[in-house]
T-cell receptor, first 116, second 110 residues
Framework: VTLLEQNPRWRLVPRGQAVNLRCILK??????MSWYQQDLQKQLQWLFT????????VKSLPGADYLATRVTDTELRLQVANMSQGRTLYCTC?????????????FGAGTRLSVL | GDQVEQSPSALSLHEGTGSALRCNFT?????VQWFRKNSRGSLINLFY???GTKENGRLKSAFDSKERYSTLHIRDAQLEDSGTYFC????????????FGSGTRLLVSP
């Protein structure tokens, strides 16, 4: 059973434009939602973890600026701006934050972004 | 900062043989998780360990927080085991953060 619905799967982004990504949680038993990026060298990096509706965070990394928003208990969004290099963004969910051994991180299918 | 050093970066095995992947940590980690990237590019959870060892079929993983390492053993490798494997460690301090290794590309050949 798929825990996360991530869309779109792939986007071509004109240089200088921003893109908005959505992630929908299908099971409320995994409420801790996060964004990860994977760069062209396949290195994975944690970006954000947002638990509650209304939570927002911004971050700037080499090659892109990010704004993450927990819209509802089931929806997480990510705005990617000023992207200069392609990357893949993964949404994840987890049943507990910092808990004991059952705190497993589950990944969505990912959204691949390419710069035009 | 917190770092995860994963080795080897690439590994070639013949069917039926085995080997081990390793991740060393620069600081004490709270837990480690191993993933395999499938043909569609999605990350598949293999193991989550806060300590000790776990085994699932032909895979076995160990995590020693004190000695700062984790291993993933593959035995009787099959063609479908080919792919890229990542370890990811939860840091013990400074809030919730997961640090990934750089990955191991495994190729299993006949």
């Amino acid at each position: 059973v798929t825990l996360l619905e991530q869309n779109p799967r792939w986007r071509l982004v004109p240089r200088g434009q921003a893109v908005n990504l959505r992630c929908i949680l299908k099971n409320s038993q995994y409420p801790w939602m996060s964004w990860y990026q994977q760069d062209l060298q396949k290195q994975l990096q944690w970006l954000f973890t947002l638990r509650s509706p209304g939570d927002k965070e911004v971050k700037s990394l080499p090659g892109a600026d990010y704004l993450a928003t927990r819209v509802t208990d089931t929806e997480l969004r990510l705005q990617v701006a000023n992207m200069s290099q392609g990357r893949t963004l993964y949404c994840t969910c987890s049943p507990r934050l910092g808990g004991p051994s059952q705190n497993t991180l589950y990944f969505g299918a990912g959204t691949r972004l390419s710069v035009l | 900062g917190d770092q995860v050093e994963q080795s080897p970066s690439a590994l070639s095995l013949h069917e039926g043989t085995g080997s081990a992947l390793r991740c060393n940590f620069t600081t004490t980690m709270r837990a480690v998780q191993w993933f395999r990237k499938n043909s569609r590019g999605s990350l598949i959870n293999l193991f989550y360990l806060a300590s000790g060892t776990k085994e699932n079929g032909r895979l076995k993983s160990a995590f020693d927080s004190k000695e700062r390492y984790s291993t993933l053993h593959i035995r009787d490798a099959q063609l479908e085991d080919s792919g890229t494997y990542f370890c990811a460690a939860e840091t013990g301090t400074g809030g919730y953060k997961v640090v990934f290794g750089s990955g191991t590309r495994l190729l299993v050949s006949p």
